[in-house]
């Protein structure tokens, strides 16, 4: 129980009767330890229930996609990941770093890992913990390697053996994507029936039991993401997972496990409902939700015509396919745009979503010059500098929750009121308040006021935007900020 990053998850809740999002928490649930899973929630040493609001970053030294000398790079140079950066990030309201790093650096020849590339990303995990970030470490690939695609997989790695090996500039993903050599390596790579694919996925286990075991009992690490947007079917990434979360945890026994269903949800809205949950408890369902966004054949206009309603299908379908697999629900991508004209309806309509839900989630992306240079910031060429979008923080400005001090009922952001309420079935034996964060000061109230169950209580936000709320005890509780 008192283990850094303990699992517990719902293992005594019988095979028929799937865990809750919301409501009372089952009592046949086993209870929870340190950043532990409890019947579909993600919950902290205390026992509060976790909400994580992250952000995807792909950092310069830890994600791999450098062809080498004489190479026309694949795309433009990877940013730094500052202190101001981390900084900054913290106070607009993330608490979670989604960091990609990538099989082809961490064993570049077969059965050879080089240690420095493990060590860099320690780093990174320790600058985040300075910050207050938990992080979500992701076995990133795209279009399967680097060598045919994009990044993931190293050369010795490709099988069949790639007939030719690609360089930049990386304007043609798409047909990267759905080339007869991908989609040949992905084949290879999840079949039940191939030895050469049985090989690569024990090699594969064995890389990320190496990254378990140079993070282990690191509580800033919420979990290991086993691989980025796989495609292969339901049967073969089910198998897939159980195999490497097996290697994982003989490497690190308390480590949570995030994993994806295929890539074709990202065009689809859905994926299969599971009747089981996979074989290890500690796990964290971590689909992507880009719905209109990626469909062939949908231009801009086609991409800026959406509702709340229209964009609700995929939300709505992650939380049931969660509750299927019994685990809590992370969205690990989402992005849009940020020159739309439409860019804030959108972030406030899926945040108001996963709020519905009751989703943690993490947007894509945090700062990038490439792939259409999304981010919450604009690059200036000229100057090699970087010059924040305001527009997009005020997007992400609204009042959410970290930790909550109890079972959640449900909450809600009315962002024309500028208003939260948060309705939670207490638990006695929570100690520790009820933890909210605030909008970036100048894209809110200047201050605000709380009240628990009608009662003003004085709460003034720390330097990170943070409000504790000691709302507790036995029964309903309501807790409400709104301006002052």
């Known amino acids: ?17 799937a865990p809750v999002a919301s409501g009372p928490p089952p009592t046949r649930c086993t209870e929870q330890a340190v950043m532990g899973t409890r019947c579909g929630q993600l919950v902290d040493g205390s026992g509060r229930v976790v909400i994580y609001r992250g952000i995807n970053a792909r950092v310069r030294g830890q994600f791999d996609a450098d062809l080498g000398a004489g190479k026309v790079p694949l795309m433009p140079p990877i940013p730094e990941l500052t202190d101001d950066d981390l900084k900054q990030m913290r106070r607009i309201g993330f608490d979670l770093l989604r960091l990609p790093i990538n099989w082809s650096a961490i064993e570049p020849e077969q059965g050879k890992y080089d ?3 493990l060590e860099r990303t320690a780093a990174v995990v320790a600058r985040c913990k300075a910050h207050d970030l938990k992080v979500l470490v992701d076995l990133h690939q795209d279009a399967y390697s680097k060598y045919i695609g994009q990044d993931g997989a190293p050369l010795w790695a490709i099988v069949p053996a790639p007939t030719e090996l690609l360089e930049g500039p990386l304007d ?10 991908v989609l040949g390596a992905f084949q290879t790579f999840f079949s039940r029936s191939s030895p050469d694919g049985a090989r690569l996925r024990a090699r594969f286990g064995e890389m990320a039991a190496r990254v378990a075991a140079k993070l282990k ?23 897939f997972h159980d195999e490497v979360t097996a290697a994982v945890r003989k490497a690190d026994p308390a480590r949570l496990i995030a994993f994806e269903p ?25 689909p992507h939700v880009y719905t209109k ?18 964009l609700r299908t995929s939300n709505e379908n992650a939380r049931a396919e969660a509750e299927g697999w019994r685990a809590p629900l992370l969205i690990g991508e989402l992005g849009f745009d940020p020159r739309s004209p439409r ?55 609204r009042v959410q929750p970290r930790a909550i001090a109890g079972w959640p009922q449900r909450w809600r952001w009315d962002r024309e009121k500028r208003r939260f309420e948060l309705v939670v079935l207490g638990d006695p034996t929570i100690a520790a308040p009820t933890v909210v964060h605030t909008p970036f000061p100048g894209d809110g109230p200047a201050s605000f006021k709380v009240t628990c169950d009608g009662k003003p209580i004085p709460a003034t936000p720390d330097a990170r935007g943070d409000l504790a709320i000691p709302c507790n005890g036995e029964g309903i509780h309501t807790i409400v900020v709104e301006p002052a």
């Not at 008192?2 to 009767?17: D, F, G, I, N, Q």
């Not at 043609?172 to 050599?181: E, F, M, N």
């Not at 295929?262 to 369902?285: E, K, M, Q, V």
């Not at 910031?377 to 500098?385: G, H, K, P, R, V």
């Open 1 to 17: 129980m008192k283990r850094a990053l303990a699992v517990a998850a719902c293992v005594a809740c019988s095979t028929a009767e």
């Open 217 to 239: 009992g690191d509580d800033t690490v919420l979990a290991l993401e086993l691989f980025n947007e796989p495609q292969g079917t339901d049967e073969e990434l089910r198998a």
């Open 343 to 397: 860019f804030g309806d959108w972030v406030a309509f899926q945040l108001e979503l996963q709020d519905d839900v009751m989703a943690s989630s993490a947007w894509w992306v945090w700062k990038e010059n490439s792939e259409g240079s999304w981010g919450f910031y604009d690059w200036n060429a000229a100057t090699d500098s970087w010059t924040e979008r305001t527009q997009v923080r005020k997007a992400f400005a």
């Open 115 to 117: 240690d420095a590339y």
């Open 262 to 286: 295929s890539a074709t949800r990202n065009f689809t809205d859905r994926s299969t409902i599971p009747t089981t949950p996979l074989a290890h408890p500690g796990t964290i369902y971590a």
């Open 293 to 310: 966004v990626f469909a062939m054949g949908c231009d801009d206009k086609c991409r800026d015509d959406f509702t709340i309603d229209t």
């Open 172 to 181: 043609d993903l798409g047909d990267r994507r759905i080339s007869k050599q």
